[in-house]
C-alpha cells in the first residue's frame, strides 16, 4: 500500500513539473513575430542552432516543431526556441538541400495561438568553416581605453574565445585583424598607442613590426594577404574624426592622406609604390585578386572644396608582379561612382575570382557610420553589378568577408537596433543570386543581445581554432620591436 502511494506521489510530480502543452489552440493566418528574423532564411548545415524568442513580452511558453520533406521532426517545448545541439546537428544534417518548415505555438495571456508556418532552407553548400573572428567594442567614438577585444567564435556551437583584449595591454587599441583566406597560419593585426606595432603570424612564427618610417605617412594600417603568402598589401592613412551637430548621423572617420605600400614577410621590407603614393590622390583598401595578378583599391582625388562631404572613392585595379613586389604603372577604373555622388569602401574579391563586393555610400571612407551604406556585388565576368536588395537594410551594412568557398559572407549592420552593428550571414549561390541573411546565432538571441553594449566589426572566416596565447601576445607586444625597411 506505502509502496503504491509512493508511485502515485512520483507520477503526480512529474505530472506537475512537466511542460504545458496547447489546448484550445486558436489559429493565426499570421506569421510568428520572432527574434531574430529567421523567416525565409537560407542556412549551412554546419551552424549553430537557430534559436529564437518571440517579440511579444508577454509570451510565457512556445512549441516549436521543425519538419523537412523526409518526413523528420525536431520538437521543443520552453519558455523561448532552444533547440539542443546535438539535435539540432543531427536534424539539420537530415535536412541539406531541403526546406524546413516551422511551425509555433505560442502561450501569451494565457491563450495558445498557432502561427503560419515559415521555411528555413538549408543549402547544399557547406560553410566548411570552424568560426569567425572580429573585434567587439563601445560605439564610444573618442575613446579606447575602454575594453575591447579581438574574439573567435565557433561555428557549430555557441562558445567564444578571446584572441587579445585590450584590458592585457595597458587598454590599447587592437584592430585591423586579418588571415590570408580563413588560415590561422598566416595572421596580421595592427595595434595603437603605447608599444603599438603590427602583429603578424607567418610560417609558424610570430613576431611585432615597428613599421614606422619617416618616409611614410603612418605605420600600417588595412591589410591583405598576397595569395603566395609572400607579401601583405598595406594602406598608410593619417585619419581623423569629426562629429555632426544636429543631425542624424553621429560621427565622421575620413583620411586625411593615405597611400598603399606592399610588405615583402620574407625580406622584412616595406615595398613603396609611387603610383599608389601620389599626394593629391587619396589611395586605400588594397586588396589582392586571388589569382594574384593583380591590386584592388579606392581611389578619390583630393577635392578642391575640401570638404568631407566632396571626397568619393572609385574601385581601381593596377597590376602586381610577385617576383618583384611592385606594382604597374597602368591604372584600370572598375566601378566609376565618384562623378555620380557616391563613395566605394572595403573591396572584397571572392576566393574564386568570380565576383567583388564592395560597400557604397554617398561620400567618404567609413561607411560604417553611414546609415545609406549598402553592399554592392561586381561580375568581375559581365561587369554587371547587382544591389543585393534582400541583403542590405536601411541602415548601415559593411565589412563584409568571404567564405573560402566563396559561397557565403558575413558582414555588419546596424538593422538591429540602429545604433550597434551584428554579425549577418548570406548565402551566394552558382548564378550569384543572394539569400535572405541571418543574424549569427547565440544561445539565448534576446537576452545576448540586450545585454550587449558593444558593437562587431571587421569579421573574417576562420577555417580552425587561433592557438596564439595571451601570454605571448602580451610579451610580443611589450617586448622589442622588429624594425622593417623600405625600399
Known amino acids: ?14 505530472i506537475s513539473c512537466s511542460a504545458p502543452q496547447p489546448r484550445d489552440v486558436v489559429k493565426s493566418d499570421e506569421l510568428p513575430e520572432i527574434y531574430p528574423d529567421y523567416v525565409g532564411v537560407t ?71 498557432s502561427y503560419r508556418p515559415f521555411m528555413i532552407y538549408v543549402s547544399s553548400d557547406s560553410l566548411s568553416e570552424y568560426g569567425l573572428t572580429y573585434r567587439r567594442v563601445l560605439p564610444t567614438y573618442d575613446i579606447y581605453g575602454i ?6 567564435r565557433n561555428l557549430l556551437t555557441f562558445e567564444e574565445t578571446p584572441i587579445i583584449e585590450s584590458s592585457l595591454i595597458n587598454k590599447q587599441c587592437v584592430n585591423c585583424h586579418v588571415p590570408n583566406v580563413s588560415s590561422v597560419e598566416d595572421i596580421s593585426m595592427h595595434i595603437r598607442g603605447e ?13 611585432m613590426l615597428d613599421t614606422k618610417a619617416d618616409s611614410l605617412l603612418s605605420a600600417c594600417v588595412y591589410a591583405y594577404w598576397h595569395p603566395s603568402g609572400k607579401y601583405i598589401a598595406y594602406s598608410l592613412n593619417t585619419t581623423r574624426q569629426s562629429f555632426h551637430i544636429g543631425t542624424t548621423k553621429r560621427v565622421e572617420v575620413y583620411d586625411q592622406a593615405s597611400d598603399i605600400i606592399v610588405y615583402d614577410v620574407q625580406k622584412h621590407e616595406i615595398v613603396k609604390q609611387p603610383v599608389l603614393m601620389i599626394d593629391t590622390v587619396f589611395e586605400t583598401y588594397p586588396v589582392f585578386s586571388p589569382c594574384g595578378k593583380y591590386l584592388y583599391y579606392c581611389s578619390a582625388l583630393f577635392p578642391e572644396d575640401k570638404k568631407l562631404e566632396s571626397v568619393r572613392y572609385d574601385l581601381c585595379r593596377v ?54 551604406a549598402d553592399l554592392r556585388l561586381l561580375d568581375l565576368q559581365s561587369g554587371n553589378i547587382d544591389s543585393l536588395r534582400v541583403v542590405n537594410s536601411s541602415m548601415s551594412d559593411s565589412y563584409h568577408t568571404w567564405s573560402e568557398n566563396s559561397r557565403w559572407f558575413v558582414f ?29 546565432p547565440q544561445e539565448n538571441p534576446l537576452e545576448y543581445y540586450q545585454s550587449l553594449f558593444y558593437s562587431y566589426n571587421t569579421p573574417h572566416f576562420i577555417s580552425s581554432e587561433i592557438t596564439s596565447s595571451h601570454r605571448r601576445l602580451y610579451g610580443l607586444v611589450k617586448g622589442e620591436h622588429k624594425k622593417v625597411y623600405v625600399r
Not at 602586381?320 to 555622388?341: H, Q, R
Not at 563613395?343 to 561620400?363: C, W
Request: charge should be negative; aromatic fraction near 10%; include cysteine.
Open 195 to 207: 608599444n603599438g606595432g603590427t602583429y603578424i603570424k607567418h610560417g609558424g612564427k610570430e613576431e
Open 147 to 152: 575594453k575591447m577585444g579581438i574574439y573567435e
Open 319 to 372: 597590376s602586381f608582379d610577385e617576383a618583384t613586389g611592385l606594382v604597374g604603372n597602368d591604372i584600370d577604373t572598375l566601378v566609376y561612382v565618384s562623378g555620380n555622388g557616391t563613395s566605394i569602401a572595403h573591396p572584397r574579391p571572392s576566393y574564386d575570382g568570380r565576383y567583388l563586393m564592395y560597400a557604397e555610400s554617398d561620400y567618404g571612407t567609413f561607411p560604417i557610420w553611414h546609415d545609406e
Open 43 to 113: 542556412i549551412p548545415m554546419d551552424i549553430a542552432p537557430l534559436n529564437f524568442n518571440m517579440e511579444n513580452e508577454k509570451c510565457d511558453r512556445v512549441v516549436v516543431t521543425a519538419r523537412n520533406s523526409r518526413q523528420k521532426e525536431l520538437t521543443i517545448n520552453d519558455t523561448y526556441a532552444k533547440f539542443p545541439l546535438d539535435k539540432w546537428r543531427s536534424f539539420v544534417g537530415e535536412s541539406v538541400g531541403d526546406s524546413i518548415s516551422v511551425q509555433v505555438t505560442a502561450l501569451a495571456d494565457g491563450r495558445w495561438t
Open 1 to 14: 500500500m506505502v509502496r503504491h502511494i509512493y508511485i502515485l506521489i512520483v507520477l503526480l510530480i512529474g
Open 412 to 440: 555588419t549592420s546596424r538593422r538591429d537596433d540602429g545604433l550597434h552593428t551584428r554579425l549577418y550571414i548570406s548565402h551566394i549561390d552558382e548564378h550569384g543570386c543572394a539569400a535572405k541573411p541571418f543574424m549569427l
